[in-house]
DNA sequence: GGCAGGATAGTGTATATACACATGTGCATA
DNA sequence: TATGCACATGTGTATATACACTATCCTGCC
């Protein structure tokens, strides 16, 4: 509506929402030495280990570059086992001993981090936000590939 | 399925529809050598000239500091007028007359970024996912300043 | 066996992001 | 005047992000 009303950036409200989302999960993870991006790589990990980085990548809608170097801390602290791998071929990824138990001893602070955001938002918001972000993702991959 | 369904992580979900966002508002501004950030940054000195670095990060949602290194390739290009400031203190931003000139170059790119978005993703959606995103960022906000 | 081509993996560089820390500046009050 | 607090500004460091380029490796074909 109001066609005068100058449409507003979608880019630019996604990412000021994300920075503060981000922020609120950060601080929760802090405790851990963790990051919310790190938090969400040793999950994926330990939900689906074996991955080569390119389909890990891909299934995190990352590109490949970004998660190697996403990966890199993550790999110095020992959290991470690189398979056998076929010789620098597709090193399967996955949680080494100690990345299981950071991974453990992160989760209660993660579930914080959500109830907070579900409290600070409300539920029905968050759930409704969740399904529209999913069905633009999905739009969008659906759309040239280019 | 599954009874607890495993709630899904807000903060990676936003985050992964922003990078993809993103990736599709920098490309489409790549030509007049602009970010989605940096041209955000000058249309919102166009519109509100003056403010301080500190009162500007407010309004974009965005720590002081990054405000300061995301300017900086944006000063060094000559696209802003530090104001005179009163030394040191609270420089008020505004654009130079290359910055004008830039942003008039780069909006039609935005423009054609905001419809590619919208006809991938369908405009009520957009309008809807605009309308949570800011409903959202405005209960954080309310919510404790710690 | 050797080579061409496609896929996979890694590096260089630049921006984006924020926390911790340091610096500076001006006013109010003792 | 001294001084100390409140606020504004700048730097060091670390992660997050992606594009362009380079290197490596496997496989199919000759």
Redesign the interface.
């Known amino acids: 509506m109001s066609r005068s009303g100058k449409?507003?950036?979608?880019?630019?409200?996604?990412?000021?929402?994300?920075?503060?989302?981000?922020q609120?999960?950060d601080q929760a993870l802090a405790p851990a030495g963790l990051t919310?991006?790190q938090y969400?790589l040793l999950?994926h990990l330990h939900r689906m280990p074996g991955l080569s980085a390119s389909a890990l990548a891909a299934h995190?809608?990352?590109d490949r570059t970004t998660l190697l170097r996403t990966l890199k801390p993550v790999a110095d602290a020992g959290w991470t086992r690189s398979g056998d791998g076929a010789r620098g071929r597709s090193a399967n990824l996955a949680l080494s001993r100690s990345g299981t138990a950071k991974l453990r001893q992160a989760r209660p602070l993660?579930e914080r981090?959500?109830a907070a955001?579900e409290s600070?938002?409300?539920s029905r918001?968050?759930a409704?936000?969740?399904a529209?972000?999913?069905?633009?993702?999905a739009?969008?991959?659906?759309?040239a590939h280019r």
Do not use: H, N
């Not at 529209?132 to 993702?137: A, F, Q, T």
């Open positions: 449409p507003r950036c979608t880019c630019f409200l996604l990412r000021r929402l994300t920075r503060k989302v981000t609120a999960y919310i991006t969400s999950a995190l809608g990352m993660w981090a959500q955001i600070a938002i409300g918001r968050v409704a936000l969740q529209l972000v999913d069905e633009s993702l739009a969008l991959r659906g759309q």
